[in-house]
């Protein structure tokens, strides 16, 4: 069992637990709508002692179809409401019927009309032109025929949700899939892979799915355990180390499945396991209703962990690829930068505040993402100029300034053959990163909105780098001379709209400096 070469896919079950079992503290909401105060203390003496699947039931009373209206809002989650027709008016309770329906939207409570006038309310144009679920004389309504037209509704009630859940389940997933490069995407297929597991098996929504990082069977690092998805009482746990915010129990089994490799059964939980690769490791954890799973049950979490295994290697490595291109575009545009010392961490300086000020100005996350994805390289050029002059310890004079320029084209000719969406971004940054919005600047003196975008978010944000840090021929500008700078060159050098938003959260651009801090620069 301990074996390392263990198939992923195989299933054990743990040695049993002393755990007890946890009681569910869940009711079903049942709502009395009746004008006879008798009606009310008939019904809930019959049923007292009543449960449906370890849950009992709480009673909710409403003596008018007014009441019952205004009642319902403060319960939108009542199962099953036992109604009366004849109340204050001779139709309140068909009244009732159509607001929940129409009004509230509400399909899934069960509604189940009682009535000591039947002549006044005929049974088949009721169950005809009225959304209910069943029509009772109050005469027939014995105990054991109350019970069982609880039961029976409260399972439609039951089984209307797990539908819905799977048919929520099934959505995330699908958006997941149709966005697999997309931040997040990874913790929206967890999510939706917890959801539509739980439907499927009937589970409480009390569930979560963990990454963790680096662990190996001969060591266990708690705290990198890390919940990626959550539902239930987990849920607000998402993005929090484990170690921090979990019971010593669940880590324990956690930990017990990376050391194994292998998923686990727990008399009252499932722990599943899924090795990523590059060190990584997926766990899902499954609680309250496993030791009530079927050998059918049962063998469906043995496939769906399998399936899901291999899905989760995917995305991971889809994830891997990405982190690996980032990489590849930051080390490249550094190689222009680093060879001078204070220019390290210039282009993820100018990729993180150029990524805020694109989400700042309204850009989509997409967008935002291309950005700082394609800013580092928009200096690549000048790997064509002279050391002599891009290192100059002095400023540079017209002439010297003139061999700088051209720098621009040559990245934009080193860049724009390729069909990539990042490099076709990257080529027009470094193209026009240098054009000023009066159209005064270089390499074709193009002005206003016939500056892309992405160019003009990056200009910014290079311009705000290069004054707030040293330079061999000058130190770093305080922040008031950068921001009375930046207004004098509204409209001129730098597009208004985006100069404005980037002065109202000028604060929240000078975190990224201490993120990638000058004294750093070594």
Known sequence: MHSENIPDEELFFAD???????????????MIVDDEEEIHQ???????????????????????????RRVLQD????????????????????????????????????????????????EKKVITEYDINDYKEKTELTVQKLTTTIITALRSYRDLHIIDRNRQGLLKIIAASAQLFEIQSLKQF?????????????????????????????????????????????????????THVMAEEIKERLAKAVMTQT?????????????????????????DGVEQMSDMDRELLRLFSSNVSIAFKNLDLNSEIIETQKEVIITLGEIVETRSHELVHHVKRVAEVSYLLAIKAGLSEEEAEIIRLASPMHDVGKVGVPDSILFSSERLNSEEFSQIKPHAVIGYKILKNSRRTIMEAAATIAHQHHERWDGKGYPHGISGENIHIYARIVGMADVFDALSHRRVYKEPWKSEDVVACFRNERGAHFDPRLLDIFLANFDEFQVVNLKYPVQEEK
């Open 75 to 122: 319960h939108p989650d009542v199962a099953l409401i036992l109604l009366d027709v004849i109340m204050e008016t001779d139709h309140a309770g068909l009244d009732v019927v159509r607001h929940v329906r129409e009004v509230m939207g509400n399909s899934f409570v069960r509604i189940i009309l009682r009535t000591g006038r039947p002549g006044q309310t005929p």
């Open 190 to 242: 967890a999510n939706g892979v917890l959801t539509q597991l739980l439907s499927i098996l009937n589970f409480n929504e009390s569930s979560l799915y963990l990454h963790a990082a680096g662990l190996t069977s001969s060591e266990s690092h708690e705290d990198e355990f890390i919940i990626m998805a959550a539902t239930g009482i987990y849920e607000s746990l998402v993005d929090r180390c484990a």
């Open 42 to 68: 008939v019904t809930r003496m019959a049923l007292q002692d009543f449960t449906f699947e370890n849950r009992n039931l709480t009673f909710i009373n409403a003596y008018s179809g007014s009441e019952a």
């Open 263 to 287: 998923s686990l059964f727990f008399p009252d939980a499932f722990v599943g396991y899924f090795p990523a690769g590059s060190g990584r490791t997926g766990l899902l954890y499954l609680s």
């Open 16 to 30: 049993e637990l002393s755990v007890p079992r946890k009681a569910d503290n869940r009711t079903w909401k049942i």
